[in-house]
């Protein structure tokens, strides 16, 4: 027994030593502490900005030599729960106030840096006439699913337009109802205004009559956990160069941060 018990110690001591080992930020198994992670900076951003910030974080990437940016897209509402939920985010650009009002105990300062709205997109070959033609149940439409900022904002403008037609499905971000769209499984669908722009030529829209309604804000922030480098990637969205990207793309309101 006495053998037994001998080694049930050593075998706890061991894991005790080696779970030690791991917190102290020293061991050859500690990844958020070394060089490379530090200089790691992971943004949570709308999937709106997917092209718009990929190209941004190419060009800050190239001014700031040795940091990396990692970037997590997806829809504002889904992203804004992973990080209330823990998930390691440095930097969340939201599609609305909304969703960055929900992090606000994590993220407690953030600003606006540009606008978008959404319009009702169709392909070129087949247009559409009016809002009105949404009502028709021979049209077949998307939009974004009512809690995602797009939806939220396409709901608002549909109202003031008098649209009382159905969607054929309710999609999880804009880049799905994009996708149908120039997949051509819809004839109409209610993206961005900058999804339109990207689509390319064979697409067109309809703006919207109430424009407040359907234009929604992107708000920028640093998380309270957020590495100290993350600030500089938000500084370089503001920038000069970060708002020409934006414009290109079709993004308004664009803000110096000021």
């Known amino acids: 027994m006495r053998r037994t018990f001998r080694a049930v110690t050593s075998l706890v001591v061991v894991?005790?030593?080696?779970?030690?080992?791991?917190?102290?930020?020293?061991?050859?198994?500690?990844?958020?502490?070394?060089?490379?992670?530090?200089?790691?900076?992971t943004v949570f951003a709308a999937s709106s900005l997917t092209k718009s910030f990929t190209e941004i974080g190419k060009q800050f990437e190239a001014e700031n030599p040795g940091l990396k940016v990692v970037f997590s897209f997806g829809a504002s509402s889904t992203l804004a729960e992973q990080i209330n939920s823990g998930a390691p985010a440095d930097v969340f650009a939201s599609a609305s106030k909304k969703s960055m009002d929900s992090v606000a105990a994590l993220i407690p300062n953030s600003k606006v840096f540009a606008t978008n709205r959404v319009v009702v997109a169709y392909p070129v070959a087949k247009p559409l006439k009016a809002i009105a033609d949404l009502n028709n149940p021979a049209i077949k439409w998307v939009q974004c699913d009512h809690q995602v900022p797009c939806g939220t904002a396409a709901d608002a403008a549909l109202t003031a337009d008098g649209v009382t037609g159905t969607p054929v499905s309710l999609e999880p971000d804009v880049k799905s109802v994009t996708g149908k769209l120039t997949a051509l499984e819809v004839d109409a669908a209610i993206i961005y205004a900058t999804d339109v722009k990207s689509s390319g030529s064979d697409f067109a829209a309809l703006e919207f009559s109430n424009q407040e309604k359907a234009t929604t804000k992107y708000p920028i922030g640093v998380t309270l956990s957020a590495k100290s480098k993350a600030q500089a990637f938000v500084d370089f969205v503001f920038s000069e160069a970060g708002r020409k990207v934006l414009g290109q793309a079709g993004f308004g309101g664009l803000y110096t941060g000021g």
């Open 15 to 41: 894991a005790v030593l080696s779970a030690c080992s791991a917190g102290t930020g020293k061991g050859a198994s500690d990844v958020s502490g070394s060089p490379e992670s530090q200089n790691t900076i």
